[in-house]
């Protein structure tokens, strides 16, 4: 059977909207070290957030002087982010027509595997000026051993093939978090021809959960968006009860990876 990518994958890029408001409220910002660097290597202030969702990296490049336009295949997660202030259109960026417009950065905060990294590339090229960037994006979530054995357990008894139960029983925590995603889009850059050699950048922090944090999160996962409703509170139920045993919260170790390059010079499809 052949591998289906996950840009391939539309029916689960297009679910997070089901609940705009909870992923809003749960899911967590990037660093705001991150946020200046991408800024302070930009040439200009004018962003583009591929796959802005409900806004959460748009709020925090306006926070930090930035125009921000965002392109959002959900119309749910459009619709949030409107009312929050944003400019969003929405379209697949694929498909999307930039209308001449031409930006200082195009950015991707959680959303660039659900991109076709190569026509995603050629299209973040036409749209920036001389000197610009892509910075691409993702928060890495790791639960500490005793956490994340306590959870790989409910997903071994309630969804035992799901992705979910491999990966917080993985035997270690992973040296490269995200790295198939990053390696992926570092290629589609390369291939494209348009940009200058990639860089990895790396911000590690920490976020508490109570039990209350945790199960209001847990429903805007990709493996769990588009569960059944009782196999989600059969998750929900287990999750909770792990928590319960931890004491009532844990600890969790993010990793914010960022896969960047700038715009060659003279390129034939950069703007």
Known sequence: MPTIEPHQARQ?????????GRYDRTRPSYPVPMVDRIVAASPGPDVLDVGAGTGIAAR?????????????????????????????????F???DPRGRRFDAV????????????????????????GGRVALFWNAFQAQPEAAAAFAAVYRR????????????????????????????ADGLRASGA?????????????SYTRD?????????GGN?????????????GMGAAVDALGGSFTALYSTVVVTAAVRSGSPTAG
């Open 158 to 185: 309630v969804l035992p093939d799901s992705l979910a139960a491999a990966g917080f029983g993985a035997a270690s925590p992973a040296a490269d978090p995200y790295g198939a995603l990053c390696e992926a889009a």
């Open 225 to 237: 968006t588009q569960l059944p409703p009782a196999a989600l509170q059969q998750v929900l139920a």
């Open 12 to 20: 689960v890029a297009e679910s997070f909207g089901v609940d705009a």
């Open 94 to 96: 694929e498909a999307w």
């Open 60 to 92: 925090q490049f306006a926070a930090a002087g930035c125009t921000v336009l965002g392109v959002e295949p959900d119309a749910r997660m459009a619709a949030f982010a409107r009312r929050g202030g944003l400019e969003v259109e929405v379209s697949t």
């Open 107 to 130: 950015i991707a905060g959680q959303a660039w595997h659900w991109v076709d990294p190569v026509a995603g590339a050629v299209a973040a090229a036409g749209v920036l000026r001389p």
């Open 195 to 207: 940009f200058g050699e990639s860089e990895r950048w790396r911000f590690d922090w920490q976020r």
């Open 213 to 221: 944090e945790w199960l209001d999160q847990l429903p805007t996962f």
